[in-house]
């Protein structure tokens, strides 16, 4: 019984790991080629469409390195720019 259910276990575990791993080629309803990614999120499929997506990605990583607040992605952040972002003390007088 130990060896089958760690058998299967690991089985489980090899085949969640490669489905992750991939993206899957799709088309749009209007003919654009697109990648579905794992991570839930999608982009074109010709690098010259997809570099805007991409640098937009980017920018939304570098915003949520940037906001303060959130324990260990728990919680609310405050993003820069928001008016309680870097407000200092609020004990001024």
Do not use: C, H
């Not at 799709?26 to 991570?39: C, D, I, M, W």
């Amino acid at each position: 019984m130990g060896r089958t259910a760690a058998l299967v276990f690991s089985v489980f575990l090899v085949g969640n790991a490669l489905a992750q791993e991939t993206a899957i080629e799709a088309t749009t309803s209007s003919g654009e080629k697109v990648r579905l990614l794992p991570n839930g999120r999608w982009e074109y499929a010709d690098p010259v469409k997809a570099e805007p997506q991409k640098k937009a990605r980017e920018a939304e990583v570098q915003r949520e390195r940037n906001s303060q607040g959130g324990l260990f992605g728990i919680g609310r952040t405050i993003p820069p720019g928001d008016k309680d972002y870097n407000r200092g003390s609020l004990g001024r007088r």
